[in-house]
């Protein structure tokens, strides 16, 4: 029960280009407007503030699980009239102009080619791939569109295998339980993913942090004594990775999501990542956070693994503890963990367990799901 | 089995390159692959084009649709009934390059195969390679970006790589020829001189050491000519600066007129 409170969420919508273009259209005529009324002015861009400060959680009223985070209507601006700020003001301009181009022509672009187009178009202006970057972001700010829907495409990382069969339209039905330990590449094209038909016969969804353990899974073909679809980003979540998830998570509600991490601060926050978004993609991460459960390496686990095969955290790993810790909307239980990980000062990978030999993982895995084991 | 797999089984005895090491040393002994010992890689290559095969059973009929990118499978030793149209094979050294070629549809304009390594090529990409090559006998051309990290690519496909040279014989593929991007290709193409990036010094330390090697003088000194071009001029490019004329330059133009020139003259205007 949320009153009111949704006037206050913030989020990139996926629109087809002639939309994206009417918005950039109407920015540039209230800009004028303000500019040739009777009392002129220049206006200042007004960006939903993607800073931590103004990240609000929504905390679920029955359970934990229901928490999810988004921003709010905290705005910050771009201005002309700020001299040290002035640039970063000319640059939004600019990447809309150039986006303008771009859908109309119909096409899409990467964002090293983008970079390159503002860098010869806008030598002043544009020196760098990361200012590019977190321009593209203030665009997605500004005009709240994803992205993807700016016609800037991005590569996926992410593969799946298992008990799922995918239909891209107008094509023949794929059916990832027989991609062989490859799997199924994830398109980076978001439209191609929305229109998807997905079907399932499996009982648990399972994210992989790491591609080798994913492979060893698919080809050892776990899912056939499992009822299980495995999914992995091979390392940190891209946006289409969470975008199907998200899909899959939307279609099919009954399926439990569960997260299979190495036991370090960079597992858990491969988890978080995917469970709650991240900042660095402003308004569009929080849009496909999905309700993840832990359900290993975790602290209960720690006995199955050989005393060899610990390793000292680094100081790197302590970091990154020390953020996901100041976060609020950790999960209590997870907190114990990472408290845990971090009194201990060690670290392991899923690795170890093959220590119980090379089939031992799906055993554990299936051992896990009965007994309900994932917090 | 994976390396890391064999290393954390083994991490009471030493770290994951000795494992690596340990690995290569007993396929020296035995004159034999790291497939031939059940040791494989995760894949990350990516085919496309007018290609179909079988690879344990399952078909991979790229043919049907040219502009989907199909990972190449690890177990290459067990791909077979390879049936292909296709006039040359396309290597590109970067996954978003691979991904322009497709959004462009360039295969669908083009009769060729565009394989990716996504940057240095793993080793199922490498003997895949070497199989379609084998067994379709087709030119190969190679596309990276102006800079040596580019070439180093470039070498690897064509020569084999320093760790794994014990297995060069089937890892490396001779006919690769490099198509481009060529530092001659700046001025020829009409690119801006923002697009120009200069070498930093790790740039400089690796082209020097990547002119210390032995191949460079004997088989490819043409190859060498330019790379030292790009040494003395201090700068680089990337194919993507190839977007500022239009987003599609790279397979409307370049491609085309590159590999026009190879048929027309061929092992002549590329260096082969």
Redesign the interface.
Same mark, same amino acid.
């Given at each position: 029960m949320k009153f009111f409170t949704d006037r206050e969420i913030c989020y990139a919508d996926i629109l087809p280009p002639s939309e994206v273009r009417a918005r950039i259209e109407v920015a540039v005529l209230n800009f004028l407007k303000i500019l040739t009324c009777a009392d002129p002015a220049i206006s200042d861009l007004l960006l939903i503030n993607r800073k931590s400060s103004n990240r609000r959680v929504s905390q679920g009223l029955l359970t934990e699980d229901d928490t999810w985070i988004f921003l709010s209507r905290s705005f910050c601006k771009r201005s002309l009239m700020r001299a040290n700020a002035a640039k970063a003001f000319i640059r939004v301009w600019k990447v809309m102009e150039m986006c303008f181009k771009?859908l109309l022509?119909e096409?899409?672009?990467?964002q090293? %080619?983008l970079? !390159? $187009?503002l860098?010869?178009v806008s #030598?002043d202006c544009f020196s760098s791939q990361l200012q590019v970057n977190r321009t593209i972001q203030d665009v997605v700010s500004l005009l709240r569109c994803s992205r993807f829907s700016l016609g800037i495409?991005a *590569?996926s990382r992410g593969?799946v295998a298992g008990r799922l069969l995918v239909q891209e339209p107008d $094509?023949e039905m794929v059916d990832c339980s027989?991609? &062989? *330990? *490859? &799997?199924y =590449?994830i398109s &980076?094209d978001l439209n191609l993913l929305d229109r998807l038909v997905m079907k399932t016969d499996a009982r648990y969804i399972i994210i992989v942090e790491k591609? =080798?353990i994913f492979?060893?899974l698919a080809e050892d073909r776990v899912f056939n004594h499992i009822p299980i679809i495995l999914i992995t980003a091979r390392g940190y979540p891209d946006i289409a990775t969470r975008f199907l998830l998200h899909r899959m998570s939307r279609t099919f509600p009954e399926l439990p999501i569960m997260a299979l991490v190495d036991w370090n601060p960079a597992g858990l926050a491969i988890l978080c990542t995917f469970k709650f978004g991240s900042i660095g993609m402003g308004l569009e991460a929080y849009r496909y956070a999905c309700n993840v459960k832990w359900l290993g390496l975790r602290g209960d686990d720690l006995q199955l693994i #050989?005393e /060899?095969?610990f390793v000292s955290l680094k100081p790197r790993d302590l970091q990154i503890a020390k953020s996901l810790m100041s976060s609020e909307t950790l999960q209590e239980k997870h907190r114990e963990e990472l408290a845990l990980m971090v009194q201990s000062g060690k670290r392991a /990978?899923i %690795? =170890?367990l !093959?220590?119980h030999g !090379?089939d031992y993982l799906g055993k554990y895995i299936a051992k896990k799901i009965v007994q309900a084991n994932y917090i | 089995m994976g390396l890391r797999e064999i290393y954390i089984t083994c991490t009471h005895l030493c770290f994951q390159t000795v494992v690596d090491r340990a690995i290569s040393d007993i396929c020296i002994l035995l004159q034999c692959s790291r497939h031939n010992l059940n040791v494989v890689s995760v894949g990350k290559g990516l085919v496309m084009g007018w290609l179909q095969f079988l690879e344990a059973g399952r078909k991979f009929d790229c043919i049907s649709s040219p502009t989907t990118a199909y990972t190449i499978p690890v177990h290459v030793e067990e791909v077979k009934d390879i049936v292909s149209v296709a006039k040359y094979i396309l290597i590109v050294e970067k996954e978003s390059v691979f991904q322009r070629l497709a959004n462009d549809k360039f295969c669908n304009a083009n009769r060729c195969i565009v394989i990716t390594g996504r940057g240095y090529p793993d080793i199922p990409t490498r003997r895949f390679l070497r199989l379609l090559v084998e067994k379709l006998c087709l030119p190969v051309y190679c596309l990276v970006d102006c800079d040596p990290y580019g070439f180093d690519i470039l070498t690897t496909y064509r020569f084999g790589s320093m760790q794994m040279a014990y297995d060069a014989k089937n890892l490396r593929v001779p006919e690769v020829q490099w198509l481009g991007v060529f530092p001659s290709d700046f001025e020829k193409y009409d690119l801006p001189q923002q697009c120009l990036l200069p070498l930093t010094s790790e740039d400089k330390r690796r082209t020097e050491t990547l002119l210390l090697r032995c191949y460079l003088q004997k088989e490819v000194p043409e190859w060498r000519l330019e790379l030292e071009l790009m040494l003395q001029k201090g700068v680089k490019f990337e194919i993507e600066a190839f977007s500022v004329h239009t987003l599609s330059f790279l397979s409307d133009q370049y491609l085309p007129s590159k590999i026009q020139e190879v048929e027309v003259l061929p092992g002549n205007k590329i260096k082969s």
């Open positions: 771009i022509q096409k899409r672009v990467t090293r %080619e970079f !390159y $187009k860098l010869c #030598p495409m *590569s593969i $094509k027989e991609c &062989g *330990s *490859s &799997g =590449a &980076g591609h =080798a492979q060893r #050989p /060899e095969s /990978e %690795e =170890a !093959y220590f !090379y | -």
